[in-house]
């Protein structure tokens, strides 16, 4: 098993958060993990992504070429990696926020997730990304359920933001419900 994931946004959408969970996922299952950022000088506002590696075997770089897994907040993100996503590879998309119009590559699996929307009804305006982490797993079979949720809660605890791990267990819940496979 390797799963090569880019996740990407403008700067404070949360998927940097986002990709540390993830590898905190596969930490967690004793896989072998990399995380490696690249964000604008602005924290906010600006670019930000970061690619995520999962695999069984050694990783020999931490740069993700072709994800099987692209994780899109916006329509930018989209234009910048979807090109990049291997055929048969997964595309969620944050659809509150990209043209319902859009076209995509009829070889991946598209993922519509009204993100931003779940996120206003459930009262955790920042929880879109912990949405968007419910769907994948769901979607794609990637991690179980309580596996994500586990390390999630681990990673905001370790952070001493415990505070915030019932708004993000319903987040999750509320993503990988979202999802019909």
Same mark, same amino acid.
């Given at each position: 098993m390797k799963y090569n994931i880019i996740c990407a946004e403008f700067g404070g959408q949360g998927v940097l958060t986002a990709g540390m969970v993830i590898? #905190?996922? #596969?930490?967690? +299952?004793? &896989?072998? =993990? @990399?995380w490696f950022p690249?964000? *604008?000088s602005e924290m906010r506002g600006g670019t930000a992504n970061? !690619? %995520? =590696?999962v695999s069984d075997t050694q990783i020999a770089s931490p740069f993700v070429r072709e994800p099987n897994i692209l994780l899109a907040m916006n329509e930018p993100a989209l234009d910048k990696f979807e090109q990049m996503v291997v055929p048969g590879g997964y595309v969620f998309v944050n659809a509150d926020v990209v043209s319902p119009n859009r076209e995509y590559r009829s070889d991946i699996h598209v993922i519509k997730v009204d $993100? %931003?929307? +779940? $996120?206003?009804?459930? !009262? !955790? =305006? &920042? #929880?879109? !990304?912990?949405i968007m982490l419910g769907a994948i797993t769901? $979607? @794609?079979g990637i991690f179980q359920y309580d596996e994500c949720e586990q390390s999630m809660c681990q990673?905001? $605890?370790d952070k001493g933001k415990e505070k915030f791990n019932d708004a993000n267990k319903l987040a999750l819940k @509320? *993503?990988?419900d979202s999802v019909t496979v």
């Amino acid at each position: 098993m390797k799963y090569n994931i880019i996740c990407a946004e403008f700067g404070g959408q949360g998927v940097l958060t986002a990709g540390m969970v993830i590898a #905190g996922i #596969g930490s967690l +299952l004793k &896989k072998h =993990v @990399t995380w490696f950022p690249s964000y *604008g000088s602005e924290m906010r506002g600006g670019t930000a992504n970061c !690619n %995520v =590696v999962v695999s069984d075997t050694q990783i020999a770089s931490p740069f993700v070429r072709e994800p099987n897994i692209l994780l899109a907040m916006n329509e930018p993100a989209l234009d910048k990696f979807e090109q990049m996503v291997v055929p048969g590879g997964y595309v969620f998309v944050n659809a509150d926020v990209v043209s319902p119009n859009r076209e995509y590559r009829s070889d991946i699996h598209v993922i519509k997730v009204d $993100a %931003v929307k +779940l $996120a206003q009804k459930i !009262n !955790n =305006v &920042k #929880g879109s !990304n912990i949405i968007m982490l419910g769907a994948i797993t769901k $979607a @794609t079979g990637i991690f179980q359920y309580d596996e994500c949720e586990q390390s999630m809660c681990q990673y905001f $605890a370790d952070k001493g933001k415990e505070k915030f791990n019932d708004a993000n267990k319903l987040a999750l819940k @509320t *993503g990988y419900d979202s999802v019909t496979v």
